[in-house]
Structures are given as C-alpha cells and as structure tokens.
C-alpha cells in the first residue's frame, strides 16, 4: 500500500494493517520529515487515544492529516506507533 499526498509518497508498506477500513503503516515506513507533531488528540474506547500530525510537501501543509496510538489498549496493540492518513491522502495498493 502506498499513502500519497500532492504526489509525494509519505508511506508505503506491503505490511500494513487494516482497522475501521483505514491502513495503518508501520512506522519504518512512514517517510517522517513530511510528518509534524499537532497538538490534536483524540480518544476513540477501543483503540485509545490518538495523537496527529499535519503533513507538509512543497511548503503547503495538511493539519491533522495523520494520526497514530502510541501506547494503544492492549487487545488492538498491532496498530502501536503505526500512521494511517486522511484529508485527502490517498492511500491506495502500489
């Protein structure tokens, strides 16, 4: 799977991990100096609570475009530290 923002690739993995229909990418292979911390969080009961990032390619950035569960419940651990996208990333099979 492959998450594109303006043409940019941020993240692209064969090991991503599907939840509420959304892909989550492992961390190593989120290209990390497009993502910037957001001072958003969210708590979803099941999952946790989310942390944000906005995404910025070429100068134009996308708030809360990302997020992640850093320490998530213990029954959804396999989404720990992994980044799914929205707000117009799209996120599609190579």
Known sequence: MRAVYKGTTIAE????VVVEGNHYFPPE???S???HSSVMVSL???KGVARYYAIEVDGERNTNAA???PLPWP???KIRRHVA???GVEVHAN
């Not at 993995?13 to 991503?16: G, I, M, N, V």
Request: aromatic share 32%; charged share 25%; hydrophobic share 45%.
């Open 85 to 87: 996208f929205w707000k």
């Open 33 to 35: 100096e497009y993502l």
């Open 67 to 69: 997020w992640s569960y």
């Open 13 to 16: 993995s064969d090991a991503t």
């Open 44 to 46: 979803c009961a099941w």
């Open 29 to 31: 292979s989120v290209r």
């Open 75 to 77: 029954w959804i651990r």
